[in-house]
């Protein structure tokens, strides 16, 4: 906001009047209004996340008197100092009347020149109120303390009324939409999750539980010898940092840290539809896990194994998601990797002489086209977001 004009730069049409400066005083009020126990546990406040918790922690039911009452519309301050937040934050009550800790500062707005969804968004916007929180708390050994004389004296710019509403609306629709598509986002990777375990046969069967239509075969079991075989084709040089590939994430890393250009001759090339094994544990992989190149030929540190696929009967969709397949890596990873210190290294000997089960070409490209589909959706409302 200009500091002179005492306007924003994006205005709605029709408001040309300058913001008014007003003290915090002015705006909110200090209230300590106990709890009379008519509050129980259902209306304890998660001010951090703003929802009712009544799993909240309190040895007796009696000491939720001691609980301060916060009525929609106030305001509470919340000092745990964040990467977002570097002096604590206020957080406005938009889910109804409840109760939060008494070491919660509450404070209720004063007269009629108050919108809700307006006060929501501004009195958390770390840019409006970083100078205004500098001034007003002080530091002390795991969070901020607001001193709430300070607070008070501190000055703000003030729409009217009409312009709250209309700013608050317009913030409000967008928090829609990215709940909107956060709710999507998040059903469809539980969608995928079940669709990778469902088209992909269980322990002892040689069919999936869900096929698609004019696939009645049963997979045939091979050896993953019979699949892929170990590659070491060094660079020539030909290949620069332009096509250095991060194998965790499949992205061409152009950054990767090399002294000189001719290190770049110990890494091996990584031909579209090659796989890698990427030995770091962690909450998803327990021993490692392959991930195929989907993005072009390049080139992987010589620390990757890498291997290239053998025949015909290869769909390169289809593979991505079988080979990084967690359900169905997880008992050939156990028994072809041994850990190290930092990771897990594969056994090439012995991962090849493991077995998987393979459909046909067709019911491959099938499954890989669906999977890639519910990704592509996955990303388009991620991008959104």
Not at 68 to 96: P, W, Y
Not at 354 to 360: C, N, R
């Amino acid at each position: 906001m200009a500091e002179q004009a005492k306007v924003p730069a994006i205005r709605f049409a029709g408001f040309t009047d300058p913001w008014e400066q007003r003290k915090f005083g002015e705006l909110y009020r200090p209230v300590s209004e106990k709890n009379d126990v008519s509050f129980g546990r259902d209306k304890a406040i998660s001010v951090a996340n703003m929802y009712f918790n009544p799993a909240v922690y309190v040895t007796e039911d009696s000491y939720l008197a001691t609980y301060n009452v916060m009525r929609l519309g106030d305001i509470a301050f919340e000092g745990n100092r964040s990467k977002r937040f570097a002096h604590g934050r206020f957080v406005e009550n938009t889910i109804g009347d409840g109760i939060v800790s008494h070491v919660f500062k509450v404070f209720r707005h004063v007269g009629d020149n108050y919108d809700l969804s307006y006060w929501k968004h501004a009195i958390n916007n770390e840019k409006l109120m970083k100078d205004v929180l500098t001034r007003s708390t002080k530091a002390s050994t795991m969070m901020h303390e607001l001193v709430t004389a300070d607070f008070l004296e501190e000055l703000t710019l003030v729409p009217s009324l009409n312009e709250q509403r209309a700013i608050g609306a317009a913030i409000d629709s967008i928090d829609n939409l990215i709940t909107l598509h956060q709710r999507k986002y998040d059903k469809l990777v539980v969608f995928k999750k079940s669709m990778l375990e469902k088209m992909f046969p269980k322990d002892g069967e040689s069919v999936p539980e869900i096929r698609f239509a004019g696939f009645t075969d049963p997979w045939e079991q091979r050896k993953f010898g019979e699949l892929y075989r170990p590659v070491s084709e060094k660079n020539d040089v030909s290949f620069g940092r332009d096509k250095a590939i991060s194998v965790a994430n499949m992205y061409f890393n152009p950054a990767v840290y090399v002294t000189e250009d001719s290190y770049l001759a110990t890494y091996n090339v990584m031909r579209l539809g090659d796989i890698a094994f990427e030995g770091n544990r962690s909450k998803r992989f327990a021993h490692g896990r392959f991930v195929e190149n989907t993005i072009g030929d390049g080139i992987v540190s010589h620390v990757f194994k890498v291997f290239r696929h053998v025949g015909d009967n290869y769909d390169l969709s289809y593979w991505k998601h079988a080979i990084n397949n967690e359900k169905l890596m997880k008992d050939v990873l156990t028994r072809s990797t041994k850990a190290s210190t930092m990771m897990h290294e594969l056994v090439t000997a012995d991962f090849l002489e493991e077995l998987t089960l393979v459909p046909s070409l067709n019911e491959q490209r099938a499954i890989g086209a669906a999977i890639d589909s519910i990704d592509n959706l996955i990303t388009l409302h991620q991008r959104k977001l």
